[in-house]
């Protein structure tokens, strides 16, 4: 265990959470995995063994947390990589999309992850050292995709919080991470990893079509391949110095490069409003 490292990862029975438990396991690492049906997870991976315990978690419940990492801690002895990968989209415009429904993906995209830092931190703070990689989205760096508000929404709030844990752990030894990924060819855009809103307001056709399209155009075409984010992530973890944001996939990157230019261009071209208001 002097080579290898003990990961705690969220949301682990299927996409991006499942490929980097498998590569973790097959590179010789010891991993507790969360999933909220632990027998799904069992059937994706294998039956526990010494490199892997799988744990049944409701990540919205306290109490549910801390007991999977303190079995994992059990387990292990120590944590030393914490990935909140877990979370779900949630489609429709903010008309369109009711408070149960804001709330719920809230509850698991923010909240969840929010809890699991809670009841990890104690751990990686007392051993000085540590790692926590928030999974957010390119859509938590870009906003501008009609009926995903609420979820773009999460993803900032995720890049906002990751932001200042780097701030607040730098002291103990601890980095974090917020990955910015694009579109990689998981089963995200299928099953129950995408909703779509319960009432639809036919006059939005902006959003239909994009919804449209990630359910038939884009699912099953996205470029980005999950073995090499997987591959990425480990990568992250061995670095001396590592970026407080990391995006993943070419057509994030593009993304991200495009959304940088036009904000530093909007800034600049308001330079006079926004600085006439000093005394």
């Known amino acids: 265990?002097?080579?290898?490292?003990?990961?705690?990862?969220?949301?682990?029975?299927?996409?991006l959470g499942l490929t980097l438990v498998k590569r973790l396991l097959a590179e010789g690492h010891f991993v507790a995995a969360t999933s909220r049906n632990i027998a799904e997870l069992e059937s994706a991976v294998s039956d526990e063994n010494e490199s892997f315990i799988p744990l049944e978690v409701d990540l919205v419940n306290e109490t549910s947390v801390e007991a999977a990492v303190e079995k994992a801690i059990a387990k292990f002895n120590?944590?030393?990589?914490?990935?909140?990968?877990?979370?779900?989209?949630?489609?429709?415009?903010?008309?369109?999309?009711?408070?149960?429904?804001?709330?719920?993906?809230?509850?698991?995209?923010?909240?969840?992850?929010?809890?699991?830092?809670?009841?990890?931190m104690p751990y990686l703070r007392k051993q000085k050292n540590g790692f926590i990689i928030n999974i957010a989205s390119i859509g938590g760096l870009t906003g501008e995709f009609a009926g995903w508000g609420i979820y773009c929404a999460t993803k900032f709030?995720?890049?906002g919080f990751t932001e200042a844990l780097a701030a607040e752990v730098k002291e103990f030894g601890v980095n974090a991470t917020v990955v910015y990924?694009?579109?990689?060819?998981?089963?995200?855009?299928?099953?129950?990893?995408?909703?779509?809103?319960?009432?639809?307001?036919?006059?939005?056709?902006?959003?239909?079509?994009?919804?449209?399209?990630?359910?038939?155009?884009?699912?099953?075409?996205?470029?980005?391949?999950?073995?090499?984010?997987?591959?990425?992530?480990?990568e992250l973890v061995s670095m001396k110095n590592p970026p407080i944001h990391l995006v993943l996939?070419?057509?994030a990157f593009s993304l991200a490069e495009d959304k940088l230019n036009a904000l530093q261009n909007e800034i600049s071209a308001f330079k006079k409003l926004s600085t006439s208001t000093d005394y």
């Open 157 to 159: 709030a995720v890049v």
């Open 249 to 251: 996939g070419s057509d």
């Open 181 to 234: 990924p694009g579109y990689f060819r998981t089963d995200f855009l299928t099953g129950g990893s995408l909703r779509t809103p319960k009432t639809e307001i036919e006059e939005y056709t902006v959003a239909r079509q994009l919804q449209t399209a990630h359910e038939k155009d884009i699912n099953g075409h996205q470029p980005g391949d999950p073995e090499k984010a997987a591959l990425a992530l480990v």
């Open 1 to 15: 265990m002097d080579t290898k490292k003990v990961w705690f990862v969220t949301g682990a029975s299927k996409g």
């Open 78 to 120: 120590k944590l030393e990589v914490v990935v909140n990968n877990a979370g779900f989209g949630q489609l429709g415009t903010l008309e369109e999309i009711t408070d149960l429904e804001s709330r719920q993906n809230f509850d698991i995209n923010v909240f969840g992850s929010l809890n699991i830092i809670r009841k990890t």
